[in-house]
């Protein structure tokens, strides 16, 4: 096998089970150069464990993950193909940010005024001479980003790289790692919440117990988003029956007494409630967001989300057999938005998944 020089992240059928826990659960996806993939789940979904063995630190159970075509530990000098920032990176604390760069600037082969120059890609050029001991979160989030950098690498695997970092320091980054995409590099960052990384991926991965939820692009992700008109009638029941019998069989009364409809404008509704000479007081339109759609798509086991939004939304059961796959029908992506990646076949439940955590 060569590497292929593509930077293209191929993971196929990759699990990964510790004693009676299945962390990674058969999972297939490919992250194509000029694109920064995001990598989402919830909390214990099985990014990191994913991610470490994308980088060769953990020996999968089955399956392969593969960086330009080869494992981690057949790229030669890896430091140079892939760059990595995984989470509790540590750093010496006696050390400068510039000599600790040194130090592995040396280790992989890049002369030392490297270390200056990351520095300066991340922000951190004034600190160059104070030890990392001293910097925030921010700061050392910076640091290991400057790291990763060291090797002018073609792929950037980046975990929870939002962590710690301020508003600004959220938008540095979304522009750095679009900029670097735009070069034709290869962008992989996980994180537990949409919302952070959402303005700065294009293609999505979103896991849930080791197992993938949805994978393909954000814009079809939130162009399969179905809006809602919520109706406030006088009789719940007898709105749901004229619009049923009407045939719009989306229609289903809310916690908070109004009429959910899918599938038929304000205007269809308003004709209808005249002739059927119901009484209605409003309607609104109710556009599911994108991290609604996550919450639904990682089966409610989502804690990034407010509160207030989880009591109110319902999310559908898995589907029998396990719960493989795209979404329920319904207020969510349809079912043929999953694309298994080129050279992988799509599993099913019968060849033995793991169970469920
Ligand atoms: N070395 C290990 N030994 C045993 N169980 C592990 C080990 N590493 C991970 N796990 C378990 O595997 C599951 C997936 O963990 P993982 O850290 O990959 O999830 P994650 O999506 O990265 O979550 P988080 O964002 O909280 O780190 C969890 O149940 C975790 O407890």
Known sequence: ????????????????????????????????????????????????????????????????????????????????????????????????????????????????????????????????????????????????????????????????????????????????????????RTVLVSSHLLSEVEQTIDQVVIISHGMTRYYGSLEQLRGSQQTRVLVQAADPNALVKALQEAGYPQVEPTPDGRVAVAGATRQQIGDLVAQSGLAVYGMEEDRADLERLFFQLTNGAYTGAPMQQQQQYQPPQPPPGGGWGPPQPGYGPPQQQYQAPPG??????QQGWGGQR
């Open 344 to 349: 992988y076949q799509q599993p099913g439940p």
């Open 1 to 184: 096998m060569q590497n292929d020089g593509s930077g293209r992240i191929l993971v196929q059928n990759l699990s990964k089970t510790f004693g009676p826990v299945a962390a990674v659960q058969n999972l297939s996806f490919a992250v194509e150069p000029g694109s920064v993939t995001g990598f989402l789940g919830p909390n214990g979904a099985g990014k990191t464990t994913t991610l470490r063995m994308l980088l060769g630190l953990v020996t999968p159970t089955a399956g392969s993950a593969t960086i330009s075509g080869l494992p981690y530990h057949q790229l030669g000098n890896p430091a140079r193909v892939v760059g990595a920032v995984l989470e509790n990176e540590g750093f010496h604390p006696k050390r400068t940010a510039r000599n600790h760069l040194r130090v592995y600037a040396a280790a992989i082969g890049v002369p030392d005024q490297r270390a200056d120059e990351v520095l300066a890609l991340v922000g951190l050029a004034g600190a160059a001479n104070r030890k990392p001991g001293d910097f925030s979160l921010g700061m050392r989030q910076r640091l290991a980003l400057a790291t990763a950098l060291l090797g002018n690498p073609q792929v950037l695997v980046l975990d929870e790289p939002a962590n710690g970092l301020d508003p600004e320091g959220i938008l540095w980054l979304r522009n750095f790692l679009r900029a670097y995409a735009r070069e034709g």
